[in-house]
């Protein structure tokens, strides 16, 4: 591949910045492949680069393509500068008993102050916790050394720490500060917290889609994440502390994320700490895993989960939105749908309104990757779904107020992957792209539409070609916990001996039998009669497991007053002059 098209993709999944990459000229032929020898210098519009092996320089243009997805300078709001003083006798007696001492304490500019507590109802004496963001001191948490209470001055919105990570260290992720100290304490000076604990709210045993946001730190640690040794993550034991443990995976990325599970009894490393002392914490760090992705497992990895089916069942996925449809096809994360359908039968439309559903009902959060829509344009649909009226601009009946709600609903749930630059996109471009997303905006679904927008990789067939693309789009769905949509077209199919042109199925799909082979779910949307009824099949013709779906049909409307599906019942002849009822495509 020519170096200006890796360097592209490079610059767009790490965003504006200085970075040190393998060299793709030189790397793969040396004997040290992974010597991250080329500078790369990402600036508005163009990338500058230089190997200091092969002395191969230059400039890449990127024109319209860097704002695929825009580089957003995070701006943190420096709080009121609150007056600290050494560390006091109380704050050092309240670390000590926590097994941290003074000189960890200091190296990592603990201080302290004096500080309304609301569960001490008065000025307390209060130990303040720096955070910093790239060397400025924005905000602190005050922990009250007399008691349990906590309170903050700003608003604590990146890893507590982070700014003392060092590369080639493994960075190890904490729930909370005390945590971080002890792995400190203990020499792992690159260990982290995360800024505001667990989110307490959990939907189904999951994080609530609507605390997303509070994972923004995770894009704020890009860059240290880009040259650390290994992310450990060790959150508390509790519920709340593991979903976070999985979510912080998931965004991170689970290929480079290592796991420690804690001693029976312990909630946290700080309580591992106070009871075993420096063993235990090196105990911890030394018995980290992997995090579980692929490969062989004792049958005793999964005890935990099959428990969990015991007890309550496999349940189903996420709804449509319609009751009719989820007889045969629900919404789960990891997993990947195929939708076809012939020209114009409404398969964007239908992918879009699935996704307006889960946006609405569930908090979703998506990335579109339309070739055949550029953005503008579709995000008029996506607020035409959403406010349920037709986007005819000012001239229409959508009210500035109804409009200004519509544009922050789908900026608060869609980002697009467009390539603005007029070239073809490959996979790799669109999964590095859509780990971005989830690293960013936490996304859980995603659609590419349609496939043959795609550019072909390689020298093999198209068959196999295919194939190996569903593997890779199904692999990256199950680490990163996504729900993918991709949209493909059929081939070319004979009318029968009606006239009529049969609905297509997954082996009618171009290219490859794959399509049906690798998908998880099959849907086929066709109108059968679309100059006579607005109604619209919903066809599966695969689920591969059965408490998300099955194979069979329905039928939804589409009211073009309202531009969405509806799964009411309607009168098929109403607004016809004249019909034939013999005809069986009008029932």
């Not at 993709?9 to 200085?18: D, F, I, N």
């Not at 006798?89 to 001492?101: D, M, P, T, Y």
């Not at 799964?567 to 495509?585: A, H, I, V």
């Amino acid at each position: 591949m020519h170096i200006d098209v890796i360097l592209r993709s490079e610059a767009l999944r790490k965003g504006k910045g200085q970075y040190k990459i393998v060299c793709p000229s030189c790397g793969p032929e040396r004997k040290k492949k992974n010597d991250r020898t080329l500078s790369l210098n990402v600036e508005q519009g163009k990338v500058l680069y230089h190997c200091w092996h092969c002395h191969q320089r230059g400039i890449v243009p990127m024109e319209d393509a860097m704002p695929i997805i825009r580089e957003r300078e995070s701006v943190k709001v420096v709080a009121k500068k609150l007056k600290t003083d050494d560390l006091s006798a109380e704050g050092v007696a309240f670390l000590k008993s926590r097994g941290i001492s003074r000189d960890t304490a200091e190296m990592v500019g603990l201080r302290s102050a004096r500080s309304f507590i609301r569960s001490a109802e008065s000025d307390v004496d209060v130990v303040v916790f720096p955070y910093k963001n790239k060397g400025v001191q924005y905000a602190e948490k005050l922990r009250w050394s007399g008691g349990k209470g906590f309170s903050c001055n700003g608003a604590p919105g990146t890893l507590w720490n982070i700014d003392n990570v060092q590369t080639n260290d493994d960075m190890i992720i904490c729930e909370g500060e005390m945590d971080a100290l002890s792995f400190i304490e203990c020499g792992y000076e690159s260990a982290v917290s995360i800024p505001n604990g667990a989110p307490l709210k959990l939907v189904d045993g999951k994080i609530d889609p609507n605390d997303d946001d509070k994972f923004k730190y995770v894009w704020e640690a890009k860059d240290k994440m880009e040259f650390v040794g290994r992310v450990i993550i060790c959150t508390d034991s509790d519920g709340p502390g593991q979903v976070a443990a999985e979510e912080l995976a998931r965004r991170i990325g689970k290929d480079v994320c290592w796991r420690i599970t804690l001693p029976n009894g312990f909630k946290d490393a700080n309580e591992v700490l106070m009871a075993k002392g420096q063993a235990g914490i090196d105990a911890l760090v030394t018995s980290a895993e992997p995090w579980p992705i692929s490969g062989l497992y004792d049958s005793s990895h999964y005890f935990d989960q099959v428990d969990k089916i015991f007890q309550d069942g496999l349940g189903s996925g996420a709804t449509t939105g319609y009751a009719s449809v989820d007889e045969y096809y629900t919404v789960a994360p990891g997993m990947l749908t195929v939708v076809t359908g012939h020209p114009s039968m409404g398969k964007s439309e239908f992918v879009d309104q699935i996704m307006v559903n889960l946006a609405k009902g569930r908090g979703w959060k998506f990335a579109i990757c339309s070739f055949e829509n550029e953005p503008r344009l579709h995000i008029t649909k996506l607020i035409s779904k959403y406010l349920e009226k037709p986007f005819h601009g000012k001239s229409g009946n959508i009210s500035d107020i109804e409009f200004d709600s519509a544009k922050q609903f789908v900026q608060s749930h869609f980002s697009f992957v467009h390539q603005s630059d007029g070239d073809l996109s490959t996979v790799s471009s669109i999964i590095e792209r859509l780990k971005v997303a989830v690293k960013r905006h936490g996304i859980r679904g995603a659609v590419i539409d349609p496939y043959n927008y795609i550019v072909k990789e390689g020298d093999g067939s198209e068959t196999e070609w295919i194939s190996s693309m569903l593997s890779r789009i199904r692999a990256f769905a199950q680490a990163y916990g996504l729900h993918i949509w991709f949209v493909a077209h059929p081939t070319k199919m004979m009318r029968s001996a009606d006239g009529k042109v049969p609905p297509p199925m997954g082996y009618d799909i171009s290219g490859s039998a794959a399509w049906f082979a690798k998908a998880d779910h099959g849907l086929t949307v066709h109108r059968p009669s679309p100059d006579l009824l607005p109604t619209t099949n919903i066809i599966s013709w695969k689920s591969r497991f059965s408490w998300l779906g099955k194979q069979g049909s329905c039928s939804l409307s589409y009211d073009k007053n309202k531009c969405i599906y509806i799964d009411d019942s309607f009168d098929p002849f109403e607004g016809l002059t004249s019909y034939d009822p013999t005809d069986p495509d009008l029932f």
